[in-house]
């Protein structure tokens, strides 16, 4: 396994990952409010879908600026324009003067009003509870990271096999597109702490380094509470190890769409944390278990720890493919520990084994068979980079080119049902 390319197989501004579910909600009528964390694309795809729309975005201290003509307007000024403009987009909506809801609300502005923030929980102050200014006025829609199964589905790309699937794992940041996995790692360090801090800040949250230290213990295994608690109080930065201290953080950071919160299955029913980006989850494992970043480390050195780290993150990229192509819920399995594990409510639907590797021998299929077997009732899966790879099983057998027909049969079935379906309309 070599990363030591720098990527650069086509031209990256003609290549754009549709999102088919996004699409569909721009194109419907009325007023609709997208929200999430930073760098999901969120205002590229806007104003790709809505062309035909004005652009605005609220700077910092309440003025909107007006890219086209460049030209700053306060709020009187600004309405004055959704007055007479049908069409319009908002950027960073949350930081406007309270006075623009007010105009909102009374009906100042027109129909066609899309509103985007870059938040994730604090949006909610808008949009929910009896006090909240924009309730019951908006369509919303939360836009994460670029889909498995959208950029799966997407032509063009000049890769192929397994080189394809490890690009598409850091493409899951749309800012990563067109970007070789080296130069993503080496020059990533600053970007992925930038945009921690630039999410918390959103967020009203004060950067601290407890929030990095939770980052490299979740990146480095420690998923569980109790784990990361340990893991700062080694590193001098509680008190005590206790799970009481560190949970403000945590949950700040899955409400903030920095980590995600994965049920376990079984008698008891805990939760392990995960990193949602593989930037993040790629720089933070790097600082907490090499150093990385406190002083310079040579190429070949990070190239081998990749090795063990880009299955991993292949790993999640296919739970996550799955887990939409099904449409059920990801959970974790301890004993034994399964990769992939897919619920409809509680009832176990789909089990999956993922092998990141150039060959299975007949002993290897077999422990995979005898672990998948004990679960009966759910849909059993191993997915390999090439069918040729696995001896004769019983068991599904998925490859890359399996996981890219069926993105693109999924996508397209999507879209003709779309077809006969009535578009959603805003409420009042």
């Known amino acids: 396994m070599?990363?030591?390319?720098?990527?650069?197989?086509?031209?990256?501004?003609?290549?754009?990952?549709?999102?088919?579910?996004?699409?569909?909600?721009?194109?419907?009528?009325?007023r609709r409010l997208l929200y999430g964390r930073r760098k999901t694309?969120?205002?590229?795809?806007?104003?790709?879908?809505?062309?035909?729309?004005?652009?605005?975005?609220?700077?910092?201290?309440?003025?909107?600026?007006?890219?086209?003509?460049?030209?700053?307007?306060?709020?009187?000024?600004?309405?004055r324009v959704c007055r007479h403009t049908d069409r319009v987009i908002l950027d960073e909506f949350h930081r406007a003067n309270p006075r623009l809801f007010d105009a909102v609300q009374a009906g100042v502005c027109g129909e066609n009003l899309v509103f985007i923030t870059s938040t994730l929980h604090y949006y909610r102050v808008f949009v929910e509870g009896p006090e909240a200014p924009l309730t019951g006025l908006f369509l919303s829609e939360r836009v994460g990271l670029?889909?498995?199964?959208?950029?799966?589905?997407?032509r063009g790309w000049g890769l192929e096999g397994?080189?394809?699937?490890?690009?598409?794992?850091?493409?899951?940041?749309?800012?990563?597109?067109?970007?070789?996995?080296?130069?993503i790692v080496?020059?990533?360090?600053?970007?992925?702490?930038?945009l921690v801090g630039e999410v918390l800040d959103e967020e009203d949250y004060t950067y601290t380094r407890r929030f990095d230290a939770v980052l490299e213990a979740i990146a480095a295994g420690k998923t569980k509470l109790t784990e990361i608690a340990s893991y700062l109080y080694s590193r001098?930065?509680?008190?005590?190890?206790?799970?009481?201290?560190?949970?403000?953080?945590?949950?700040?950071?899955?409400?903030?769409?920095?980590?995600e919160r994965i049920e376990t299955l079984g008698k008891k029913r805990r939760s392990i944390y995960r990193h949602v980006s593989p930037l993040t989850?790629?720089?933070?494992?790097?600082?907490?278990?090499?150093?990385?970043?406190?002083?310079?480390?040579?190429?070949?050195?990070?190239?081998?720890?990749?090795?063990?780290l880009i299955p991993r993150l292949v790993e999640r990229f296919v739970e996550r493919f799955l887990s939409e192509y099904y449409g059920l819920r990801p959970v974790r399995i301890e004993s034994p520990e399964i990769d992939v594990a897919l619920v409809?409510?509680?009832?176990?639907?789909?089990?999956?084994?993922?092998?990141?590797?150039?060959?299975?021998s007949t002993s290897d299929v077999k422990r995979i068979e005898a672990k998948l077997a004990r679960f009966p009732e759910a849909e059993k899966i191993l997915i390999v980079p090439d069918k040729t790879i696995v001896p004769e099983t019983w068991l599904q057998v998925w490859d890359i080119s399996d996981l890219v027909a069926r993105a693109r049969e999924k996508l397209s079935k999507e879209d003709n049902q779309d077809t006969l379906s009535t578009p959603r309309e805003s409420t009042k």
């Not at 086509?10 to 194109?27: A, C, Q």
């Not at 879908?49 to 700053?72: A, S």
């Not at 933070?284 to 063990?308: C, H, N, S, V």
Request: proline letters at 4%; glycine letters at 8%.
């Open 162 to 183: 397994r080189e394809l699937v490890e690009h598409l794992v850091y493409y899951q940041e749309p800012v990563l597109i067109g970007r070789g996995i080296r130069d």
């Open 2 to 30: 070599s990363f030591t390319e720098s990527y650069s197989g086509y031209d990256t501004v003609s290549i754009i990952v549709e999102r088919p579910s996004l699409r569909r909600f721009l194109l419907t009528s009325g």
């Open 281 to 308: 989850e790629t720089i933070y494992y790097l600082e907490a278990r090499y150093g990385f970043g406190e002083a310079p480390l040579p190429w070949g050195y990070i190239e081998k720890a990749l090795q063990t």
């Open 146 to 154: 670029l889909s498995p199964l959208e950029l799966l589905a997407t």
């Open 41 to 79: 694309g969120k205002t590229f795809y806007a104003r790709h879908v809505l062309g035909n729309y004005e652009y605005f975005i609220v700077r910092k201290g309440g003025t909107i600026y007006d890219p086209v003509n460049d030209e700053e307007l306060d709020t009187s000024a600004f309405i």
């Open 236 to 259: 001098g930065l509680l008190e005590k190890p206790a799970t009481s201290l560190i949970t403000k953080y945590v949950k700040a950071m899955v409400e903030t769409g920095l980590l």
């Open 186 to 194: 080496l020059y990533g360090r600053e970007l992925a702490h930038t």
């Open 344 to 360: 409809e409510y509680r009832s176990l639907r789909v089990v999956a084994e993922v092998k990141w590797v150039n060959r299975l």
